[in-house]
Each structure stands twice: as structure tokens, then as C-alpha cells.
């Protein structure tokens, strides 16, 4: 849903009855499933079932498929890997040294599988609130996210097997789309596991992102969402990270761009993050950590789901 959402710029309310999702009586909705429907029909008689037709392709973030070109006196660009295809590859450091040197910035290996879990407190700035958020992690690969936004508590975990959403609306398990993007997030030790979640890399001249010169990484591996990486050319560190959802209806990205790195046990971690999707922006400050600390494991269990709407 976020992927339509974003893809014609509204909101849930635009096809969905508030506080009653599952109700079928506006217009909005059963137009959206007709487009679903044509959409598969398209990439399966004519792209082989590859998802190449989407609903940006024609919405492009407008409510109505936009059908004529605009016009612009700007000349036009060609997309930015194209931009770059002149340049010679040798001059780029090869994959396994980008990820060497983003692993020694952040302390090493060594120092890094020193920590087993992380408890982080500090606030979220979102659609113009700002509220408290709780982090915590537990080695390899566990996270949850308490947030408590004006709405109640909002809950985002992944326990190393599934992952989980919670408001006080109910939980729900996520989607497979979702907890593989969540289990990345949960990654305690990424600097050291990329190669072993990923398997094939491919080296690009970075964007400049926040002032910095980076080197682009694209990672794909199998059963894991495909990355963009952009490390700082100079400190080595992970400036940003976008990843990509695949759902019937498209590719859905995120973006996190990662901001003042401080050391900490020896390693070095980033007290700011802005996470953007489709659906907005917001901005995570962390205002204290503890590493090493105990972890109540009820929190990586997942509640019972919310029953079904009785009708």
C-alpha cells in the first residue's frame, strides 16, 4: 500500500474508509484494484511477468496518469549511472576494499563482536511532532523500536525469525517484504556480515551526499532486499543506505542517510539517521547509549495478532 501511495501521492484515506480498512464502499478502492489487475495483466502478457509496468510509471506522484511530457527549459539528463559510464572502472577501488575500509572505520571486526546488544534512547521528529523513541538490540540480528507518538505506542521489531508492527490499533506480522528490509535493519554487527548476506557487488562513483565525495556499492544477494551503499570516500563510513522491497506492484525504497558518528566501546555508531519512503520523512536522534546491557527477551516475542473486524 505504501508503494500506491506514494506512486499517486495520497494517503490511506484516499482509497480506505478511516478506521474501518477493510469496508469496500468508495469508488477510490475498487478503481485501485482495477489498476492492479491491469498492471499484472501487462507485465505478464508483455514483460514475461517481470515487474516493469507500475503505478508510477504513469502516475509519476500525481493523482491522474500523467500522459503528456512536461516541458522544460533545462537540457535534458541522461540517469545518473549513465553519467557516469565514461569513467574508467579501474580508477574505483574494487567491492572487498570499500568494505575492508568501512569495517576498520567503524572499529573492526574484533571490537565490533565485543558488543552483543545495544539499548539506545532519543526522539523522532515526524509530520511536524517530536516524541520518544526506545531502541534496542541483541546480536546477530534482533531489534525493536518502541515509539510513543500522541496516537499511543508504536512497536517495530524483528526477533532474527519474523517481524512484527504494534499500535494501539493491535499487531499484525509483517509482510515477507517487509521483515527482510527489518532484518537489515536489525543487523548489530552489518559492518562485519554484509559479505555474508550478500554475494554479488558491484562498484559505482558515489552522489555527494551531505558535502561528501562517496563510492556507490550495490549489493544483491539471494533471499535479502538489494542495496545501494554510499561510503564516504575520505572516513570510510556508511553515509547512505536505500533498499528496495519488491511487492507484486513494484520496487518500494527506503532511504537512510546516517549522520554524527561517535565512538563508543571502541566502535563507532550514528546518533542521527533520516529514514525517507514514499510516504514522508523522519529524523531519529539518539541521545544515549548502552551497549552490553541486559535486555528484557520478552521484547522479541511477538504478541498475538489483532483478531479479524467482525461483520
Same mark, same amino acid.
Given at each position: ?10 494517503? @490511506?484515506?484516499? @482509497? ?31 514483460? #514475461? ?8 510509471? @504513469? *502516475?509519476? $506522484?500525481?493523482?491522474?496518469?500523467? $500522459? ?12 545518473? *549511472? ?22 576498520? =572505520? ?21 509530520? $511536524? ?5 526506545? /531502541? ?29 508492527? =504494534? ?26 556480515? /554484509? ?49 528496495? =522491497? ?9 532511504? /537512510? ?34 551497549? #552490553?546491557?541486559?535486555? #528484557? ?13 467482525? *461483520?
Amino acid at each position: 500500500m505504501q508503494f500506491i501511495a506514494g506512486s499517486l501521492g495520497v494517503d @490511506c484515506q484516499f @482509497c480506505h474508509v478511516e478506521h474501518a480498512m477493510d469496508k469496500d464502499e468508495k469508488e477510490e478502492k475498487k478503481t485501485a484494484r482495477k489498476m492492479m489487475v491491469m498492471e499484472l495483466a501487462l507485465n505478464k502478457n508483455h514483460f #514475461n511477468n517481470e515487474v516493469e509496468v507500475t503505478c508510477y510509471s @504513469c *502516475h509519476r $506522484g500525481s493523482l491522474s496518469p500523467v $500522459g503528456t511530457p512536461v516541458l522544460s527549459t533545462e537540457p535534458a539528463k541522461a540517469p545518473f *549511472h549513465e553519467r557516469h559510464e565514461t569513467i574508467d572502472a579501474t580508477r574505483l577501488p574494487a567491492a572487498a576494499e570499500i568494505l575492508d575500509n568501512y569495517l576498520a =572505520a567503524v572499529g573492526g571486526a574484533k571490537a565490533l563482536h565485543k558488543i552483543t546488544t545495544r539499548s539506545q534512547i532519543g526522539t523522532i521528529d515526524a509530520m $511536524g511532532e517530536q516524541y520518544p523513541v526506545e /531502541i534496542y538490540s541483541e546480536a546477530p540480528e534482533k531489534r525493536v523500536s518502541v515509539s510513543h507518538p500522541s496516537f499511543g505506542e508504536s512497536v517495530t521489531a524483528y526477533n532474527g525469525q519474523v517481524g512484527w508492527l =504494534a499500535s494501539p490499533r493491535g499487531s499484525h506480522p509483517m509482510s515477507a517484504a517487509e521483515a527482510a528490509a527489518a532484518r537489515i535493519d536489525a543487523q548489530l554487527y552489518f559492518p562485519a556480515r /554484509i559479505r555474508e548476506l550478500y554475494q554479488e557487488f558491484k562498484v559505482q562513483p558515489g552522489e555527494i551526499v551531505d558535502g561528501h565525495a562517496t563510492y556507490l556499492v550495490h549489493a544483491q544477494g539471494h533471499d535479502m532486499p538489494p542495496l545501494r551503499l554510499y561510503f564516504d570516500q575520505q572516513t570510510g563510513l556508511l553515509l547512505r543506505l536505500i533498499r528496495y =522491497a519488491q511487492t507484486p506492484l513494484g520496487r518500494n525504497p527506503t532511504q /537512510i542517510d546516517y549522520f554524527d558518528y561517535r565512538e563508543i566501546d571502541d566502535i563507532k555508531v550514528p546518533y542521527k539517521w533520516m529514514l525517507t519512503r514514499t510516504s514522508g520523512t523522519f529524523t531519529v536522534r539518539i541521545s544515549s547509549i548502552q551497549q #552490553n546491557v541486559p535486555i #528484557n527477551e520478552k521484547l522479541f516475542t511477538m504478541p498475538p495478532a489483532a483478531p479479524a473486524p467482525q *461483520h
